[in-house]
């Protein structure tokens, strides 16, 4: 039977943005693999959980929201 080691696991560390007024999660995942921040930046694309009782952005632009938050998101990770 083989047992795990360290190098059998890739880690990433998760980031999340909370859109108060809605209640509304925006979840990323830190990137590794070279290649994948060269496509799509140090983060994944979003994973979007509307919590609030509207079960969306409400008066918001959910795109003005989701891009606030990837930008806000990102340099938080930038300064890591």
Not at 32 to 43: L, Q, S, T
């Amino acid at each position: 039977m083989k047992r795990p080691t360290e190098s059998d696991f890739e880690i990433n560390v998760g980031v999340e943005a909370i859109f108060k007024p809605t209640t509304s999660h925006y979840s990323y995942n830190r990137l590794v693999d070279e290649k994948d921040i060269a496509r799509f930046g140090p983060i994944s694309p979003a994973r979007v959980r509307h919590a609030g009782p509207t079960g969306d952005t409400a008066d918001y632009d959910s795109a003005d929201v989701e891009a606030m938050a990837l930008r806000l998101v990102s340099a938080a990770v930038r300064r890591r």
